[in-house]
């Protein structure tokens, strides 16, 4: 599905309308796939630090929706 930007629409309802089309658990599957592609097909090429900020950045990334659907 396509995500539409509607620039006139508030942040919140964006993100009310993007978790209505997509379950946490879909999110969670889907920031995992996209982590271990980027581990399998860049790891060799990429530094050592720049490996660590991307681990954090997507375990950031799913503490905050994690964070999101405690709150709904």
């Given at each position: 599905?396509?995500?539409?930007?509607?620039?006139?629409?508030?942040?919140d309802q964006?993100?009310?309308?993007?978790?209505?089309?997509?379950?946490?658990?879909?999110?969670?599957?889907?920031?995992?796939?996209?982590?271990s592609g980027w581990a399998v097909s860049a790891a060799v090429d990429v530094e050592r630090d720049e490996r660590l900020r991307t681990l954090i950045f997507f375990d950031e990334l799913k503490q905050f929706f994690e964070k999101i659907e405690e709150n709904n």
């Open positions: 599905m396509r995500v539409h930007i509607n620039h006139t629409k508030n942040k964006q993100v009310k309308e993007f978790l209505k089309e997509h379950s946490f658990e879909e999110i969670h599957e889907m920031l995992d796939k996209l982590y």
